[in-house]
């Protein structure tokens, strides 16, 4: 089991619409969250992060963060084209582990 | 937020050739990392640096070597380029309050390697 799943996609949603983009993982201790946009070609770039159970907006994105279900989203309001790209979940580890662990990301097309 | 550099861009090199990816961060960040990415792949950490002097290898097996003689500069070096290793590297840096604590990562823009 990878530590940090994300469903490849692609997740096709028409403009205006809400993209839901989830993601689980495995570390119960894990305890900072982030979500990256990567369009192709080019480097992750930060969008959000989250500590705290519950939910965090910023514009017109909003993560969901349930440590008891270890599982962790990103809702994007109000799609637009220009939000097609790849969207990378990555967890912080135990203390031991001084590192992101980055999902495989998942795919987002918003048609026009 | 972060102004982290690399080069070069694009490097384009024969198989058994020495190589340095150049990675340089302007905001006193403690901790810096490498990660390499195929196309559409996920990234692998393959280096990281908590401060001067301190470097660990991460989850990916590498054959390349990373020094931190400088906080701002985070070079990698290949000793002899082979084919298998051309791909995306990507440079990140965060501030690190802590060494038990992650914090937000930046990266830079990376470089594609192409070995021949």
């Known amino acids: 089991q990878k530590e940090v799943e994300q469903n490849s996609g692609p997740l096709s949603v028409p403009e205006g619409a809400i993209a839901s983009l989830n993601c689980t993982y495995s570390d119960r201790g894990s305890q900072s969250f982030f979500w990256y946009r990567q369009y192709s070609g080019k480097s992750p770039e930060l969008i959000m992060f989250i500590y705290s159970n519950g939910d965090k907006e910023d514009g017109r994105f909003t993560a969901q963060l349930n440590k008891a279900s270890q599982y962790v989203s990103l809702l994007i309001r109000d799609s637009q084209p220009s939000d097609s790209a790849t969207y990378l979940c990555?967890?912080?580890?135990?203390?031991?582990?001084?590192?992101?662990?980055f999902g495989s990301g998942t795919r987002l097309q918003v048609q026009p | 937020e972060a102004d982290i550099y690399q080069t070069p861009r694009y490097l384009v090199i024969g198989t058994g050739k020495k190589i340095t990816l150049e990675c340089s961060q302007t905001m006193g960040h403690d901790k810096m990392y490498w990660y390499q990415q195929d196309p559409g792949m996920e990234l692998h950490l393959i280096h990281y640096?908590?401060?001067?002097?301190?470097?660990e290898k991460g989850d990916l097996s590498s054959e390349s070597t990373v020094s931190r003689i400088r906080t701002e500069h985070f070079p990698l070096t290949l000793e002899s380029a082979r084919p298998s290793h051309t791909s995306q590297y990507l440079c990140?840096?965060?501030?690190?309050?802590?060494?038990?604590?992650?914090?937000?990562?930046?990266f830079g823009p990376g470089t594609r390697l192409t070995v021949l």
């Open positions: 990555a967890v912080e580890g135990d203390t031991g582990r001084r590192a992101l662990t």
């Open positions: 640096s908590y401060g001067v002097n301190s470097t």
């Open positions: 990140a840096s965060s501030e690190g309050m802590s060494p038990a604590r992650t914090d937000t990562q930046y």
